[in-house]
């Protein structure tokens, strides 16, 4: 394994900690709707939520690891939540959290982890009927 992927493996496994340690069942991990990936799905009583998490061993030009999660990665995220949602037929509440983790190689720990629940409000997309079959598109509504 590549060792970016071994270090998004690690931030994974440490959101999931966190997350069991706030009181939150893991649902899955790594669930893919074609070629969109949700890295955690948790939920509790309330709520189910869609995590994306960014693992760095360094800030690159002072960014932080959760500043990578950009508009076209949120928008990938509401489709595959939303076909999740569909396709098991769940009446949660949705939210979409961002954990920023800043990992250390030579503790292998992360330093830093930065928690962002209700991370952004996606824009009303859908995912039609036709969405589990391999063909996937998603209308405005």
Avoid at 29 to 42: F, H, Q, T
Avoid at 124 to 129: D, F, G, I, K, T
Wanted: proline share 1%; with cysteine; charged share 30%.
């Amino acid at each position: 394994m590549a060792l970016h992927n071994e270090i998004g493996h690690l931030g994974e496994e440490a959101t999931c900690e966190y997350l069991k340690k706030k009181g939150y069942k893991i649902v899955e991990r790594n669930w893919r709707l074609g070629n969109i990936e949700i890295d955690v799905i948790a939920e509790n009583k309330q709520n189910i939520v869609f995590v994306e998490v960014k693992t760095r061993t360094t800030t690159y030009a002072n960014a932080t690891p959760e500043e990578y999660v950009d508009e076209h990665k949120r928008r990938f995220m509401t489709i595959a939540g939303n076909a999740y949602v569909k396709h098991n037929n769940i009446s949660k509440n949705l939210r979409f959290d961002i954990c920023g983790i800043l990992w250390n190689k030579q503790t292998n720990q992360a330093d830093e982890i930065h928690y962002y629940e209700d991370a952004f409000t996606p824009r009303l997309y859908s995912v039609n009927a036709r969405s589990f079959s391999g063909e996937w598109k998603w209308h405005r509504r």
